[in-house]
């Protein structure tokens, strides 16, 4: 399709592991953001990126969480020796330059044992 | 699947009946707003947007309505259908987008 695709829908794991999850943007889209949405919350700002460019790394919990965007296209937010408080739904948007509409994908959920 | 928003503000209403939905922002600086619409399991899908040079805004069967002097955002859904059932944020843009605190819309047949 011609959304935001995130992958994998679903991911468990045990505490400890290290875990990536995948954000295909719309093509074109020079802005890519990462949140986290805990239930019955709105989502809350991770990072994001202009082009291959990281902005604003000011929401990442601390330094076991990261991402990258190495061709300004698809993003990893990947994060170490996971624990049980970073289970959540992850989401990712783009849009299609800075304070333009930002359009999320359906999320992964991650779920850390 | 999902869900979204077990324990939100509910607004509920009559099918055809109109909406409005209300968000306080928190930054008098934020110079722009985005309204949200979110169903269980799916991501939060753009409805409308404004800026803060503007008060009003109009799309298809939605008004985004500004008040810059009181902070407040509102969202009127008119002609309210059971598909606009879901839970609705609004957004305020200070850098980065910072969400308010859901309302769920229920609408009864």
């Known amino acids: 399709g011609a959304g935001v695709s995130q992958s994998p829908r679903y991911k468990v794991t045990k505490r400890g592991q290290d875990v990536a999850l995948r954000c295909d943007p719309i093509?074109?889209?020079?802005?890519l953001y990462w949140y986290r949405q805990a239930l019955g919350q709105g989502p809350e700002f991770l990072t994001y990126?202009?082009?291959?460019?990281?902005?604003?790394k000011s929401g990442l919990p601390n330094d076991r969480f990261s991402a990258e965007r190495p061709e300004g296209s698809i993003s990893t937010l990947t994060i170490q020796r996971t624990e049980q408080r970073d289970s959540a739904m992850y989401r990712c948007?783009?849009?299609?330059?800075?304070?333009?509409?930002?359009?999320f994908g359906d999320g992964t959920r991650l779920s850390i044992l | 699947g999902e869900s979204v928003g077990l324990h939100l503000p509910t607004l509920s209403v009559q099918e055809g009946d109109n909406s409005i939905i209300n968000c306080a922002y928190s930054n008098s600086a934020s110079d722009y707003f985005i309204w949200y619409k979110q169903e269980s399991g799916k991501g939060p899908q753009f409805i409308i947007d404004?800026?803060?040079?503007?008060d009003k805004r109009q799309g298809q069967r939605v008004t985004v309505l500004l008040n810059k002097t009181v902070k407040h955002l509102s969202l009127q859904i008119a002609a309210t259908q059971p598909g606009d059932s879901a839970v609705y944020f609004c957004?305020?843009?200070?850098?980065?987008?910072?969400f308010g605190t859901g309302t769920r819309l229920q609408v009864f047949p």
């Open positions: 404004i800026r803060s040079n503007m």
């Open positions: 093509s074109g889209h020079v802005s």
């Open positions: 990126f202009n082009y291959e460019a990281q902005q604003d």
């Open positions: 948007a783009s849009s299609s330059r800075e304070n333009q509409p930002q359009h």
């Open positions: 957004a305020e843009n200070i850098d980065k987008l910072i």
